[in-house]
């Protein structure tokens, strides 16, 4: 195996080997654009030491190839002590984890190289003992685990004692006496001395780097970002820049567009006289990159045509790295940037206007989730809330909670149900938790590529940042605002991330204009958002071949899904349609003893059950409406057991016996079941109660009937629950037809399938089924054997860690497993009746991950919840390009 590559060997196809950074510095470097020199060690390396925990066989050879051919290329070599080398090393895994895992710059400075650095720069020894002591603490922390605050506190000494408060008040003679200390410190730590030899410091780098992938808070970002967890990092070695050799020299990062609304333009912030991370960690504060024209002309020019020349090649937005070195320009780093939802659809037309990409592509540039994520609500301020301050609009969302200050408190205070807003001067990586359980996260310092803007935009949080008007005080747990005021942790505060405003108390939040303009309220010409969503989803709808339902019951839902693209209704649980006030009416029907009893209870029932589908039909008019048949156990109808033997055991005691009550309870005994989905539900509930389907049936027909009456168009479809054998169906089927037959109506009669056998059997069951309809819930309960309302919080964590699944299959689909049942099911089914019709129902045909499953497994729709409807669409568009 090869495990090293130079950049001119790399290229950002091979990102699964390179990592993101690796490839996109190959593919930077072979476009021509100045890069330092460097290579890259491949993830396939990385795997390999973390499985045996030794490097692997020829990794150390190919390493000493490639850096003679580094040294060649830069005119320097390690270790020289007059001319030295410096290398920084750094991690890159395939998918970018901003800040997760670790870098280490300065590497190759030792007691001896450091004298040859301040040659090299003419003689600057400051700037030599700077990059020395940066490097022992990067090293210190990162390869040998020195706490970083113990060189934290030594610096502040230093600075204490010469009466500064920023490093740049500190000279030669103060940073090489620090130097001393931080190798105290390291030996003090380690039992040994800070290593001087250069290619031992190298080899110790590059295994801390391996070993970073599995660091704490990058294991807990994989799992919220759905990374999977034996991917490994690539590790980047790169000839050192230095943007921190004084005024001409300096640091920044930059977006090839507005990452928060899609506008082009120039978005970056640059730091002069800085080096590497100085920037994002928001230590000083920043100037915008359009400063950087009036300070170095030439380079300015030379990055906007970088960047120009970078959108055209990635076909898409770019953020980048880069340091100015004495006035020359070179390129750190470059990715397709994250960028909030709403700046994802935007650009996505923008760049079909643009000529860039087509329509088919541009779907390929945003995803349902981004989608989904702009249907939430925002404030509504006609309430005039008072604006405390106003910070940067890092990623949109209107968040409220109450304040608290710290990681460890907002995943206490968000575990007891109360949302949070984490409020911090700036986050770093350790903060990861703390953002995950907050509704929003509010900082005092930092721009639009801080940290916590990052990382937030990536998670789809709210995020207001370098809110400077307000002053955080972590220490006594409040902030103050540019007033005096002062907010005391647990107050309650309102976040807007799509503004930067932030409010005090909870303001009112009103539904957001993508919605607006679903429901009709808003035209796509008012807002450029809204006109790139409309564009984007029209040409989905034109591409997908999968249809989208929804699942409703009620006139308002099903209404509403159509309002927002739904092509019929594919789940209509008829249960719903037993609650409430009809339930004496339930109760009735378990209770009676003799069929003129039973007969009266369901006749009683008829007339509702007929009224509710009128309506759906009605609000579905023309388009079809699939009926399920009742499903869950009776006994859910009626009060517990508990609750009812407390009541009747108190009036007998009380001497006011209630016969009704008492029959109740004996009814609830003799119906108990230790697995209740597992027992006397669905058809074979139909199949041991007489009359009840015939009822359902009956109020199917009957509302057909009536809306034909008023020029509705009705295509009704029954669909028959929780069907095992062919038998089941056929039995509930013939019923079926004599009653529709004798009514002069034509309905479809399909069945659920989601029990296993069913799947197995899938060729047998078409024989009596007009449509299959996929219950991928009940399939993955009973496919896995666990109960979906027991095992989430029972073991699902543990083996989200271990890696069993890399999702829970209740959110999208286990394609090895229940996805083979469905595939066979569709095959043997089809098989039996080629022009089956064949959809999903369950909580996955609102997934994205499960839609591009039933594209490729061959279904005909999808049914979601209303609200999901849009993000069907537009997934079912995705996975049709
Ligand atoms: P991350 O993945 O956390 O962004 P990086 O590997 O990009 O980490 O490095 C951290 C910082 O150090 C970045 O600001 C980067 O630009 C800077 N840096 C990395 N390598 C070099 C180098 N060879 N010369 C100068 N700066 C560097
Ligand atoms: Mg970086
Ligand atoms: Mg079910």
New binding site residues.
Partial sequence: TKYVYDFAEGSKELKDLLGG?GGNLAEMANLGLPV?P?FTVTTDACRAYLRTGDEPFGLADEIDLHLERLERQAGRRLGDTADPLL??V???AKFS?????E?I?NVGLTDTTVIGLAAQTGGDERFAWDSYRRLIQMFGKTVCDVPGEQFDRALDAVKATKGTADDLGLDAGDLQALVTTYKEIFTAHTGRSFPQDPRDQLDQSIRAVFSSWNAERAVLYRRQEHIPADLGTAV?I??????NLGPDSG?G?AFTRDPATGAPGVYGDYLANA???D??AGIRNTMPLQDLARLDRRSYDELLAIMAKLETHYRDLCDI???IERGKL?M??TRVGKRTAAAAFVIATQLIDDGVIDADEALTRVTGAQLAQLMFPAFDLAGRPERIATGIAASPGAAVGAVVFDARQAAEVAASGTAVILVRRETNPDDLPGMIAAQGILTSRGGKTSHAAVVARGMGKTCVCGADGIDVDVDRRQFTIDGGHVVREGDIVSIDGTTGSVFLGAVPVQPSPVVRYFEGALSPGADPLVAAVDRLLSHADKVRRLAVRANADTFDDAARARRFGAQGIGLCRTEHMFLGERRPLVERLILARTGAERDAALADLLPLQRADFVHLFQAMNGLPVTIRLIDPPLHEFLPTLPELSVKVALAESRGEPDGHDRALLDAVQRMHEENPMLGLRGVRLGLVVPGLFAMQIRAVAEATLACREQGVTVRPEIMVPLVGAVQELEAVREEALQLLRALGVDARIGTMIEVPRAALTAGEIARAADFFSFGTNDLTQMGWGFSRDDVEGAFFTRYLELGIFGVSPFESIDRDGVGRLVRIAVDEGRRTRPDLHIGVCGEHGGDPESIHFFHDAGLDYVSCSPFRVPVARLEAGRSAV
């Fill in positions: 950074k330092p460097g290398v920084s750094r991690s890159g984890m901003p800040g997760m895992m870098t710059l980047n790169v000839a050192m820049v230095f943007g640091t990062v080096q590497g991370e920037v994002v790295e880069f340091t070179w750190l780093q």
